[in-house]
């Protein structure tokens, strides 16, 4: 079945570190997100994609950064891990059409000390 | 500017019981509008959608919503509660000034009490 998964599911990481979130679907989809969840806040996007190469800001993009060199990857780059960036990560993914659907992986639980 | 607003932090319910959980929009046109649920330690599970047509929306696990033009509304319900819809519930709408985005609401949460 096509899926959406996200790996580390958990991270533990110091400050200054850069980290690095996998988000891998097999819906062959062109568009992709990064959403952080925190309390109070609902989800918030971090950055997306519109396909190979294709990259924007979301509402929440500093110290993120993302690279979409083929249609199933995008992966999340965190450069140096700060404490405000400790959060549960969301990569989602859908097709084009404007009444298509997003559809969410597990998620990744970022802690940064 | 577009949102999307859940009024209410939280919402109890007796399991038999029917339930509502609020959602209102703002939004330029016609409106695209998603529900999600939240179970612990899960990513977000599509439940429905509206985008145009009948006013209510039927989708998975016997939930419907109500899209209301004229109050910007869109009620998630559920004619009788059970014990396992205590989640996370998110209201979305399409973004439609930047094509495929999803703006989220703050997300209520349901108990269901047995």
């Known amino acids: 079945d096509a899926e959406i998964t996200q790996s580390p599911r958990h991270k533990i990481t110091e400050t200054g570190r850069q980290v690095t979130l996998a988000c891998h679907q097999t819906w062959n989809h062109n568009n992709m997100f990064w959403y952080r969840q925190d309390l109070g806040h609902g989800l918030r996007l971090i950055h997306y994609?519109?396909?190979?190469?294709?990259?924007n800001k979301g509402e929440v993009s500093d110290g993120y950064s993302v690279s979409r060199s083929n249609t199933e990857d995008l992966p999340l780059t965190l450069e140096s891990a700060a404490s405000s960036q400790t959060s549960v990560y969301f990569c989602?993914?859908?097709?084009?059409?404007?009444?298509?659907?997003?559809?969410f992986g597990p998620g990744t639980r970022l802690t940064v000390l | 500017a577009q949102s999307v607003a859940q009024p209410e932090d939280q919402v109890n319910v007796a399991e038999g019981n029917p339930l509502t959980v609020k959602c209102t929009y703002s939004v330029s046109g016609n409106p695209y509008l998603f529900w999600y649920v939240q179970y612990p330690n899960r990513g977000l599970q599509f439940l429905l959608k509206?985008?145009?047509?009948?006013?209510l929306v039927k989708g998975s696990y016997g939930f419907e919503a109500e899209f209301n033009k004229s109050q910007t509304s869109f009620h998630l319900k559920k004619p009788s509660a059970l014990v396992s819809d205590s989640a996370l519930y998110f209201c979305a709408v399409r973004d439609m000034d930047s094509s495929y985005k999803l703006i989220f609401g703050s997300g209520t949460r349901l108990l269901v009490r047995p």
């Open positions: 994609s519109y396909g190979v190469q294709d990259t």
């Open positions: 989602a993914s859908s097709r084009e059409g404007l009444t298509d659907t997003q559809y």
């Open positions: 509206y985008i145009t047509g009948d006013n």
